[in-house]
């Protein structure tokens, strides 16, 4: 007797149709074809505990289960209940004449509870697409996979639950309005700058960076606040979109990093990696490929602490990514793509020791240890860097004095208005929305500044031996100041302002290696 049932494989952030058949012989052997993973392969032994313990036998027979179609990799546990619930109807515990409606995940306990799989979001779209009546899913994902309007999506705690639903018995599908999901989690932020007391210059860095969309590193000693300032950062950010907010759900989904209590992420995502992670868990990939720290920041900031630390060859890697928006993967067996659209925030100290040119403290660095610290962090990738700011401790005594800082919520209003005209501005231009996308001819025609500004601008960049590469940068910045200064032109106060975002290039940085 042959029988199907069908579940899903996830590839990228897509997901595709797996048919499993199982037919059942005479004889005692267990098969099973189409380039199935380890994981797979162990699946025999896990759905003939599960089954036992919910009072079926396993059949002995000759049980040859092929997985189509046979190209597509099948990876993970998830297809043990698909594989299972064939079996059982081989064996007419199951109602065979329902399973074609149905897309049937889950990995199972030994007890036969049903455990979380990944990727719930993009399978529940593809069974929409594909037009199934229901997707039945472990419970714990059925928040992340209610999202989908328009199928029944069924949360199940175990195998039993699942056979009698097949054989007829009611369930309530989980509906969620995501709409009013979506808006009613898209509360405040955790960490707000009203909390952030001083620190003028690097808080008003921070908008500008918002205000047009521009990576940024921040410079300074240890305990200045730097991590503080940058976790604070997506809460001055445009609120994230339906669609934005869809996308970088369906990445944490295929990541199984979605929190399961919560089925949308509704705020912009703040990642921010330890130095010692490695090039696939940054970037993504591996032999099961999964989503890196790039991707989860999709839509969101991804805040790089120390980034000297880093291992040069993974920050390399990340160039080409900060560039595309994307990254592609590519493997002897497979190719994906995940988006990864992010703020890139680095921080880093001035010198080894971190007290170069402060005030209170001695720095006790060599020249030659700058020097290799300098250049840690590659000129390639700080090119696309556009703000670099230095930042300096607030002294104790002078932050009792000072006023609550201005919430997050104030800022934000200044840099939605600010994208607005961004995006008005780059209407015609297909996937530009912010300055700091501008391509080079662009800011000829929209960031040139009048002869004045432009005179000042080519004396400050003699007086200060900034690097030619700062030139586009400062005009960039300066486009972003004129526009949260609602100023069609580029004039001589933003153009000075932009100047001083780039610490870096100066002289007596420059010498030291950078
Ligand atoms: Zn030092």
């Known amino acids: 007797m042959l029988v199907k049932t069908y579940c899903a494989a996830v590839n990228g952030l897509d997901a595709t149709i797996i ?49 189509a179609p046979a190209d597509i990799r099948k990876e993970g546990s998830g297809y043990d209940l698909p594989i299972a619930i064939a079996i059982l109807a081989c064996e007419q515990k199951v109602d065979s004449e329902r399973l074609g409606d149905y897309i049937i995940i889950g990995e199972l306990g030994l007890d036969g509870r049903l455990q979380p799989i990944k990727g719930a979001l993009p399978i529940a779209i593809m069974a929409r697409a594909e037009k199934y009546k229901g997707l039945i899913v472990p419970k714990a994902n059925i928040r992340e996979a209610a999202v989908v309007n328009n199928i029944n999506v069924y949360g199940m705690e175990n195998i039993s639950e699942v056979i009698r639903f097949l054989n007829g018995d009611h369930a309530e599908p989980e509906i969620i309005d995501t709409r009013k999901l979506f808006f009613e989690q898209q509360s405040d932020y955790e960490f707000d700058f009203a909390d952030v007391k001083g620190q003028q210059n690097v808080k008003r860095a921070m908008e500008v960076a918002a205000a047009g ?21 997506p809460s001055i950010l445009p609120p994230l979109s339906l669609s934005e907010s869809l996308e970088t759900t369906q990445i944490h989904s295929v990541a199984g990093k979605l929190n399961r209590e919560t089925s949308l992420i ?20 591996g032999s099961n490929p999964q989503p890196g720290e790039i991707s989860l920041a999709h839509n969101g900031v991804l805040f790089c602490d120390e980034l000297p630390e880093f291992n040069r060859s993974v920050l390399e890697v990340m160039r080409q990514p900060l560039e595309d928006r994307k990254i592609t993967i590519s493997r002897a067996k497979y190719t994906i793509e995940y988006p990864c659209s992010f703020m890139f925030v680095a921080s880093m100290n001035p010198c080894p020791c971190g007290y170069y040119g402060d005030p209170t403290h001695t720095c006790v660095c060599s020249p030659g240890q700058i020097q290799r610290y300098m250049s840690k ?19 104790f005594n002078d932050l009792a004095k000072m006023e609550p800082g201005e919430p997050s919520s104030a800022i934000r209003e200044r840099v939605i208005a600010a994208r607005k005209i961004q995006e008005e501005r780059y209407r015609a231009f297909k996937g530009i929305h912010c300055n700091a996308q501008m391509t080079e001819r662009m800011l000829h025609d929209f960031a040139q500044p009048d002869a004045k500004s432009l005179e000042m601008l080519r004396m400050a960049m003699e007086r200060l031996k900034l690097s030619a590469r700062a030139y586009g940068r400062i005009l960039k910045v300066a486009r972003t100041i004129a526009d949260l200064a609602a100023s069609p032109e580029v004039q001589l106060p933003h153009i000075a302002e932009a100047v001083g975002y780039r610490n870096l290039d100066r002289g007596d940085w420059a010498e030291r290696g950078l």
């Open 19 to 67: 048919t499993v058949e199982v037919n059942k012989s005479r004889g005692v052997m267990f098969h099973l074809t189409g380039l199935p993973d380890n994981a797979v392969r162990e699946s025999r032994d896990r759905i003939a505990a599960a089954l036992e313990n919910n009072g079926y036998r396993f059949p002995v027979a000759e049980i040859t289960i092929n997985m």
């Open 213 to 233: 969309g521009h990576n940024m590193i921040m410079i300074g000693p240890p305990g200045s606040g730097k991590s503080m300032l940058a976790k604070r950062l």
């Open 266 to 285: 509704s705020q912009r995502p703040f990642r921010s990696p330890h130095h010692t992670i490695s090039q696939v868990a940054l970037v993504g990939g």
């Open 377 to 395: 962090i590659s000129g390639p990738l700080l090119d696309r860097i556009d703000i670099q700011c230095e930042i300096q401790p607030v002294a």
